[in-house]
């Protein structure tokens, strides 16, 4: 069965941190473009973060400086999010999703940030 479960997320510190995780099975993912997106209560699904097969990061101007993508393919594929300086409007469902050939895409469940004093 292919599936994508993350894990790590929670209730953050404005300015803290989180890492969350994405744990990909039952394929090889190791070649596919891993990404990390959000949603928060009334806005369009945002993508946050990319990472490459080959390790070629890119992030939302909002993030950038903040959060870093990295993936571990030696078994199964991982894929994580570093999330630094937590903001308010970090707040979201955050997604994992796959990039694979010919356009196919797999998704996660979603895992809650809220970032709250």
């Known amino acids: 069965q292919v599936q994508l479960v993350e894990s790590g997320g929670g209730l953050g510190q404005p300015g803290g941190s989180l890492r969350l995780s994405c744990a990909a099975s039952?394929?090889?993912?190791?070649?596919?473009?891993m990404r990390w997106y959000r949603q928060a209560p009334g806005n369009q699904r945002e993508l946050v973060a990319i990472i490459t097969s080959g390790g070629i990061t890119n992030y939302a101007d909002s993030v950038k400086g903040r959060f870093t993508i990295s993936r571990d393919n030696v078994k199964n594929t991982v894929v994580y999010l570093q999330m630094n300086g937590l903001k308010p409007e970090d707040t979201a469902v955050y997604y994992c999703?796959?990039?694979?050939?010919?356009?196919?895409?797999?998704w996660g469940q979603g895992t809650q940030v809220t970032v709250s004093a």
């Open positions: 999703n796959a990039l694979g050939p010919l356009g196919l895409q797999f």
């Open positions: 039952g394929r090889d993912f190791s070649s596919d473009v």
